[in-house]
């Protein structure tokens, strides 16, 4: 009779914490439901990306035209002489890598900053032998307080678009023919018609975007709290 006991006072007490586990479970999965429904799940974001090309920035910070990977002339030439100055060699750039916080206040609607760097850099070459006779480079830096409006909002998929206003910063430099450094500032602008969120509190992102900042895409990594 004892042991008869002990199995329905076990079964009993296994069907009760089932039971609890499911009402937890089926609480928490309301709970999470009610939570993009009724408010916001994370209120702050933070992500790195890579991407773009620094078009604006390739054009000011360079004498040269980035978009070519062919050997041009530093300047245009004023004179005989000056066709027989140095080159530029192949250039190259790192891209436009950002960091980006954002606090979220509607469910469609965010405000953020972002920080953007990238770097130029070709070598200086003589016209006359084709040896290397100096470097020219630069880095530039922006910052771009921004917002984003969500027209698509769900707990795993977010479609958005941004726009930001900041101020673009660089140096730049030319190691070759007596040219010295000197640095610039100017107006930073920057459109993403259309981006996407995948993810929940640790998401990846995808962004097209336009202005003086980076032309093309973004891609990224971020996190949620």
């Known amino acids: 009779m004892t ?25 928490g999965s309301e709970d999470g439901e009610s939570a993009w429904e009724n408010g916001l799940p994370y209120k702050y974001e933070l992500n790195v990306g890579w991407g773009g090309f620094p078009v604006v920035d390739a054009l000011t910070f360079s004498w040269f035209d980035l978009w070519e990977t062919r050997e041009e002339l530093i300047w245009y030439p004023n004179s005989l002489g000056d066709i027989y100055s140095g ?13 980006e916080f954002n606090m979220q206040f509607k469910k469609w609607f ?15 070459r003589s016209s006359d032998t084709g040896e290397r006779i100096g470097s020219a480079n630069g880095l530039v830096f922006a910052l771009l307080p921004y917002a984003r409006f969500t027209y698509l909002n769900r707990p795993v998929v977010k479609l ?18 007596g040219y010295s450094a000197y640095a610039s500032a100017y107006p930073a602008f920057q459109l993403t018609p259309i ?31």
């Open 160 to 177: 958005y678009s941004a726009v930001g206003l900041g101020v673009t910063a660089g140096y730049r430099n030319y190691s070759a023919e």
């Open 195 to 225: 981006g996407i969120m995948l993810g929940r509190r640790i998401y990846g992102l995808f962004e097209l975007g336009v202005g003086t900042v980076y032309m093309g895409c973004r891609a990224g990594i971020g996190y949620r709290f």
């Open 3 to 27: 042991i008869v006991m002990s199995k329905k006072m076990v079964l009993v007490l296994a069907a009760t914490v089932c039971g609890t586990g499911s009402l937890v479970a089926r609480t």
């Open 110 to 124: 965010a405000l953020g900053v972002q920080a953007n760097f990238d770097a130029i850099w070709s070598a200086v």
């Open 87 to 99: 080159y530029t060699g192949p250039s190259y750039s790192t891209g436009v890598i950002s960091a």
